[in-house]
């Protein structure tokens, strides 16, 4: 049963995630047609409307948590997908960037689908597969963040911005579908179940192992979000004249996030049999690197090198410390846990997008690519020091 649920699962985010990032790689493109003229305003503008949704998913994770919990976790991805679609459908008809940032923070209030997709597979994974599975809906993510640009890049130089938003509210709409109608969820209510009071948040943060893991997630957050404001704007300095701008901009992406799924489900299964600590610290060390790559290439080919480099390398990390936390919670507090996570991690989300545009603002595009470098050195150095191996935790 829990495979039938796990492969719906599965599906439906890679639909969901497709089509959030079909306007991706064509932000700051939509913003100058909004009225924001100037490159560095547009970067300040991109970090201001990525990281409006990182800070309602920060306040709102925790309650969709707890209704988890409380009513089932289907219920919640379905929520996460349906509101997705209206939100889509309301950035298609925005005529400033005081309604786009609107929409986005409505975006992080009322979806979430990769907290509620993680918990929901999580809820029915056995533990020894944790790591493949919660790997596999990382690649998932990574798949939609794949195809979502490419498409919405070429939809936007041939239909315009506005056709994208409605194309990828379709899309996400269908992967609501195909949970509403495909995923059976035998839930128990709490009520119903021994073992009774639920944990508080202070007692889920307390628990070893789940703080760091959090602290990693936002980490990831942080340095990966970093950079998407400036990321489109290099890709225009290094083409400047090109016609088809969107569209080589999301082929970018999309070769990173196609390295990223494959790095993801590999990862995740290598780290059920050689332990996450491992795959955490050659992770960061791979972003690091491959993040400074940025801040010194000047052409094309050069771009999509360290671009699938840092795919490859980010990809790891979240999958690793999801499954560090499934392995210390109780399923009964599964979605709680997952809430309190991804609101921390959120705040990676919120901050990330505002300091980078900020950054590139005050000192260049590619600065940004720096501070995400030392940033993953520094996550490198926790993990290594605080994250315990499997064998540690067995003998604690």
């Not at 899309?171 to 579908?177: D, T």
């Not at 225009?236 to 569209?247: H, R």
């Not at 050689?274 to 491959?290: E, F, M």
């Amino acid at each position: 049963m829990w495979k039938k649920t796990f492969v719906s699962a599965f599906i439906a985010q890679v639909l969901s995630i497709l089509g959030f990032s079909f306007c991706q790689p064509f932000l700051p493109f939509f913003i100058s047609e909004l009225g924001i003229s100037d490159t560095g305003q547009q970067a300040f503008w991109s970090g201001i409307v990525l990281g409006a949704t990182g800070v309602t998913l920060c306040l709102f994770a925790p309650l969709w948590g707890i209704l988890s919990d409380r009513y089932g976790r289907k219920v919640m991805v379905c929520r996460s997908m349906f509101a997705g679609t209206v939100v889509l459908l309301l950035m298609s008809i925005v005529r400033n960037v005081g309604q786009l940032v609107a929409c986005r923070l409505l975006q992080g209030a009322f979806t979430g689908t990769v907290a509620a997709s993680v918990a929901l597979v999580a809820s029915v994974t056995p533990q020894e597969k944790s790591g493949f599975t919660l790997g596999m809906m990382q690649a998932a993510a990574f798949i939609g963040v794949t195809i979502g640009p490419l498409f919405g890049g070429i939809m936007a130089d041939i239909y315009g911005y506005r056709a994208a938003f409605r194309a990828g509210a379709g899309i996400i709409f269908l992967g609501g579908l195909l949970v509403a109608l495909g995923v059976r969820e035998d839930f128990v209510p709490p009520d119903n179940v021994t073992g009774g009071k639920p944990m508080g948040f202070l007692e889920i943060l307390a628990i070893g192992g789940f703080l760091v893991a959090a602290v990693i997630q936002f980490g990831v957050q942080l340095s990966n979000c970093m950079i998407n404001p400036s990321f489109p704007l290099i890709v225009k300095e290094v083409v400047p004249s090109a016609k088809n701008l969107n569209s080589i901009t999301g082929s970018v992406m999309a070769a990173a996030a196609l390295a990223g799924a494959f790095s993801a489900a590999l990862l995740g299964l290598m780290g059920d049999r050689v332990g996450h600590k491992k795959i955490l610290i050659i992770c960061c060390i791979t972003a690091a690197v491959a993040s400074a790559g940025h801040f010194f290439v000047f052409n094309l080919s050069s771009l999509f090198a360290v671009r699938i480099l840092f795919g490859l390398g980010v990809a790891g990390m979240l999958p690793a410390a999801n499954a560090m936390i499934h392995r210390v919670i109780d399923k009964k507090h599964i979605g709680r846990a997952y809430g309190v996570a991804t609101s921390i991690s959120m705040t990676g989300l919120a901050l990330g997008p505002f300091a980078g545009g900020a950054i590139a603002r005050a000192a260049s595009l590619r600065t940004p690519f720096l501070v995400v470098a030392v940033l993953n050195v520094l996550m490198a150095f926790l993990i290594g020091n605080f994250v315990k191996t499997q064998e540690q935790q067995a003998i604690a």
